[in-house]
C-alpha cells in the first residue's frame, strides 16, 4: 500500500498553514516594535505555543507516512524535505516570538532611533517566508532560487544596521542596552531569512533532486 | 527486505565521528581565542568544510535507507531521529567555525578583559555535545535527561557575561566593538548548548517514543 496522496496533500497543507501563522508572528512582532503594541507582541508569544503544537503533530504524521512503502523516490523525498521545512518554520516562531519580547522589553524605554532598516529587512524575511513556501507547493525551482538571491540583501541590511547602532554604542554609553536589543532583534531577522533560504534548498533538492547546500 | 543492520551501523558511526569533528571545532575554536592561536583557528575554519560535507553524505545515506521497508518502529524513528542530529551536528560545526572567525578578529586587539566564563560556558557546552551522542550511542534515556539538565548551566554563565560585558561597553565605548564579539561568541556557545539540547531530545524520542520537546 503506497501513502495515501491525501495525507500527503494533508501534510503539506499543515505546512502552509504553520508557514502563514509564521508569517504572521514575523509582521506582528515588528509591528509591535515599532508602534509599541504590547497586546500584539503578546499574541506574537501566544503563537509560537500553537506553532510548537503544529511541529510535533507534523512529525508524528510525517514518521506515519514514512512507515508505508515508498515506491516513488520523490515522494521519498518529499517527506524527508517535510521534515526539514517543518523544523525550519517552528524556529522561525521562535525568533519571531523572541523578537516580540524584546519589543516587549524596549516599550518601557525611549526610542535609540527612528527604526527604518529594520522594518525593512522584516519585510524582506517575511516575504523570503512567503516565497519558499509558495516554491515548495508549486515545485517552483526558480522561485527557489530567487529566496537564495534574496538573502544577499538581508546580510546588506544587517550590516548597515550593526555599524549604525555599534556608533550609537560607541557614541552614547546610555543607549548601550537599547541598542543592543535592536542588534538582537535584526540578528533573529537574519536567523528567520537563513531558515527561509533553508526551505528554498530543500525545495530545489526536492524538485531537482540536487543539493546544494553548502556551495553559496 | 530490510535495511540492512550494517548501512544502520555505518550510519550511526558516521554520526559519531562528524560529533567528534565538532567537539575538536568547538575546543579549538575556544583555545585559538584564549590563547591568540590563528592556525588552530583557521584549522576550525578548514574543519566546517569537511563537517559540512559529511551531513550532505550522511543525509544521501539516510535517504537511501528510508526507501527500504521499515516494519520495525524503532528503526524508523532511528532514521528521522538521524536526520535531525545530523542537522543539529552541521549547525553546531558552524557556530564553531563563526566563533574560530571571531577570535581570528579579536587577536589584532588588545583583550576587553581576561576570559573566564566564556571558556567555561564552551567547556560546558563541549561536554554537552560529547554526552549527548553517546546517550544517543548507547540509548541512554538518563544521560540524555542529564544534558537537558545542563542546559541551564549554559543559560546561567550566558547572563553573566552578558551582564558584564555590556557594564565594559557602558563604562569604556573603546570596548564596545570588542566586547559585542565576545558577546556574539557567548551566543554561539548558547546555540550549540541548544543544539545539543535538541539530540537529547531526540534520544528520549528514539528511547522512549515520547515527545519532549517545547514542555521545558
Given at each position: 500500500?503506497?501513502?495515501?496522496?491525501?495525507?500527503?496533500?494533508?501534510?503539506?497543507?499543515?505546512?502552509?498553514?504553520?508557514?502563514?501563522?509564521?508569517?504572521?508572528?514575523?509582521?506582528?512582532?515588528?509591528?509591535?516594535?515599532?508602534?509599541?503594541?504590547?497586546?500584539?507582541?503578546?499574541?506574537?508569544?501566544?503563537?509560537?505555543?500553537?506553532?510548537?503544537?503544529?511541529?510535533?503533530?507534523?512529525?508524528?504524521?510525517?514518521?506515519?507516512?514514512?512507515?508505508?512503502?515508498?515506491?516513488?523516490?520523490?515522494?521519498?523525498r518529499?517527506?524527508t524535505v517535510?521534515?526539514k521545512?517543518?523544523?525550519?518554520?517552528?524556529?522561525?516562531?521562535?525568533?519571531?516570538?523572541?523578537?516580540?519580547?524584546?519589543?516587549?522589553?524596549?516599550?518601557?524605554?525611549?526610542?535609540?532611533?527612528?527604526?527604518?532598516?529594520?522594518?525593512?529587512?522584516?519585510?524582506?524575511?517575511?516575504?523570503?517566508?512567503?516565497?519558499?513556501?509558495?516554491?515548495?507547493?508549486?515545485?517552483?525551482?526558480?522561485?527557489?532560487?530567487?529566496?537564495?538571491?534574496?538573502?544577499?540583501?538581508?546580510?546588506?541590511?544587517?550590516?548597515?544596521?550593526?555599524?549604525?547602532?555599534?556608533?550609537?554604542?560607541?557614541?552614547?554609553?546610555?543607549?548601550?542596552?537599547?541598542?543592543?536589543?535592536?542588534?538582537?532583534?535584526?540578528?533573529?531577522?537574519?536567523?528567520?531569512?537563513?531558515?527561509?533560504?533553508?526551505?528554498?534548498e530543500d525545495?530545489l533538492f526536492l524538485?531537482e533532486g540536487i543539493d546544494v547546500r553548502h556551495h553559496?
Amino acid at each position: 500500500m503506497q501513502p495515501q496522496p491525501a495525507l500527503i496533500e494533508e501534510l503539506q497543507h499543515r505546512l502552509l498553514e504553520m508557514g502563514g501563522l509564521v508569517e504572521t508572528a514575523i509582521h506582528d512582532s515588528m509591528q509591535a516594535l515599532a508602534r509599541k503594541e504590547s497586546e500584539t507582541a503578546r499574541q506574537v508569544v501566544a503563537l509560537e505555543a500553537v506553532i510548537n503544537r503544529m511541529e510535533v503533530e507534523n512529525d508524528s504524521l510525517i514518521l506515519s507516512l514514512l512507515g508505508q512503502p515508498h515506491p516513488d523516490p520523490v515522494e521519498l523525498r518529499f517527506l524527508t524535505v517535510a521534515i526539514k521545512i517543518n523544523h525550519d518554520l517552528e524556529r522561525m516562531g521562535d525568533l519571531a516570538a523572541n523578537n516580540a519580547q524584546r519589543a516587549l522589553a524596549l516599550m518601557l524605554e525611549p526610542p535609540v532611533k527612528p527604526l527604518i532598516d529594520i522594518p525593512r529587512m522584516a519585510q524582506l524575511a517575511e516575504m523570503m517566508v512567503g516565497q519558499s513556501l509558495d516554491a515548495f507547493v508549486k515545485r517552483d525551482a526558480e522561485l527557489a532560487r530567487a529566496v537564495l538571491a534574496n538573502d544577499d540583501g538581508v546580510d546588506g541590511l544587517r550590516d548597515s544596521i550593526y555599524s549604525e547602532l555599534v556608533r550609537f554604542m560607541q557614541e552614547d554609553s546610555e543607549t548601550v542596552s537599547r541598542a543592543l536589543s535592536l542588534l538582537f532583534v535584526a540578528r533573529n531577522l537574519e536567523r528567520i531569512a537563513d531558515h527561509a533560504t533553508n526551505i528554498a534548498e530543500d525545495v530545489l533538492f526536492l524538485v531537482e533532486g540536487i543539493d546544494v547546500r553548502h556551495h553559496a
